[in-house]
T-cell receptor, first 114, second 113 residues
Framework: QQQVKQSPQSLIVQKGGISIINCAYENTAFDYFPWYQQFPGKGPALLIAIRPDVSEKKEGRFTISFNKSAKQFSLHIMDSQPGDSATYFCAASRSSSNTGKLIFGQGTTLQVKP | ETGVTQTPRHLVMGMTNKKSLKCEQHLGHNAMYWYKQSAKKPLELMFVYSLEERVENNSVPSRFSPECPNSSHLFLHLHTLQPEDSALYLC????????????FGSGTRLTVV
């Protein structure tokens, strides 16, 4: 119930292509879904986040698509660039939680080839 | 810098040593977290502090001892660690519990020999 399952584990995309990472969750009480980007030697950084009252959120080349009925959400990176090469984590939490705990997916290592 | 500073960046310690990891944030956040990141594993939540009170201990062995003296500082005291404790230890803070939006530090890369 507490898990967030992320796929694929690794992804190779050509420059200019679309990168798609998927996540699925079980706990219907989750109401905050962020994506984090982590470069080697750095901590994860918040990239984009969505709440379930919308089905899509776009920030520049990054888009979250959210399917509440399927309990799935995905990150789309349009026009992928070599600088996007990093590890991406999806996460979920309940705003009603007294701890603010984020449950993270397993991570996806993205490599964008020039 | 993200606003969350962790020291040291790298630490090598023997199994009988005692050391401490430090985390500092000046973002005005009320909640602070310790996470463990091992290779090929999800981020593992260790401890949660909210307004200096420990609100969650995620079944972490007693050889890890957290301390939160004020809302800006968080420590992780380490003693008699095992080689399998080698990992990247990440500190994070958030504006309030329940609202997500973590800011992570760059982590301490710990190697236990």
């Amino acid at each position: 119930q507490q898990q967030v399952k992320q796929s694929p584990q690794s992804l190779i995309v050509q420059k200019g292509g679309i990168s798609i990472i998927n996540c699925a969750y079980e706990n219907t009480a989750f109401d905050y879904f962020p994506w984090y980007q982590q470069f080697p030697g750095k901590g994860p950084a918040l990239l984009i986040a969505i709440r379930p009252d919308v089905s899509e959120k776009k920030e520049g080349r990054f888009t979250i698509s959210f399917n509440k009925s399927a309990k799935q959400f995905s990150l789309h990176i349009m026009d992928s660039q070599p600088g996007d090469s990093a590890t991406y984590f999806c996460a979920a939490s309940r705003s009603s939680s007294n701890t603010g705990k984020l449950i993270f997916g397993q991570g996806t290592t993205l490599q964008v080839k020039p | 810098e993200t606003g969350v500073t962790q020291t040291p960046r790298h630490l090598v310690m023997g199994m009988t040593n005692k050391k401490s990891l430090k985390c500092e944030q000046h973002l005005g956040h009320n909640a602070m977290y310790w996470y463990k990141q091992s290779a090929k594993k999800p981020l593992e939540l260790m401890f949660v502090y909210s307004l200096e009170e420990r609100v969650e201990n995620n079944s972490v062995p007693s050889r890890f001892s957290p301390e939160c003296p004020n809302s800006s500082h968080l420590f992780l005291h380490l003693h008699t660690l095992q080689p399998e404790d080698s990992a990247l230890y990440l500190c994070a803070s958030s504006p309030d519990r329940g609202l997500g939006g973590y800011t992570f530090g760059s982590g301490t890369r710990l190697t236990v020999v």
